[in-house]
């Protein structure tokens, strides 16, 4: 199977990720989140580490909020979770090969 045949399974054949329990989840989905947390990040690592498949929306490691001050962004928060699980990261927005392709689909 094909890397852009894997990512169009994942969309279509996944399962919510539930902070409240550890059933088991195909995949963690990281996109910014204003209210991340220890529990986030745990229940993230732990079902990485049985299995899931990690997922980036994007791999910007910094962002500037509303007031404009810098905070971490996905990029860094995936760093974390890859370093601690020791899976790789399928990144589905820039800078990545999916993301291209998609959009070259679009173009007449």
Not at 25 to 53: I, M, N, P, Q, W
Not at 56 to 61: E, G, I
Not at 92 to 108: D, H, R, V
Request: with cysteine.
């Amino acid at each position: 199977m094909s890397r852009l045949e894997e990512l169009k399974s994942i969309a279509v054949f996944y399962r919510c990720l539930s902070i409240d329990n550890l059933n088991e989840a195909y995949a963690v989905v990281v996109g910014l989140d204003t209210h991340l947390d220890f529990k986030k990040l745990k229940f993230a690592c732990e079902h990485l580490l049985r299995g899931s498949k990690l997922i980036a929306m994007h791999l910007f490691p910094i962002y500037k909020d509303i007031d404009g001050i810098r905070a971490l962004g996905v990029g860094s928060i995936i760093k974390a979770l890859e370093y601690a699980s020791q899976v790789k990261v399928i990144n589905l927005g820039k800078p990545s090969e999916y993301f291209w392709q998609e959009a070259l689909i679009g173009m007449p």
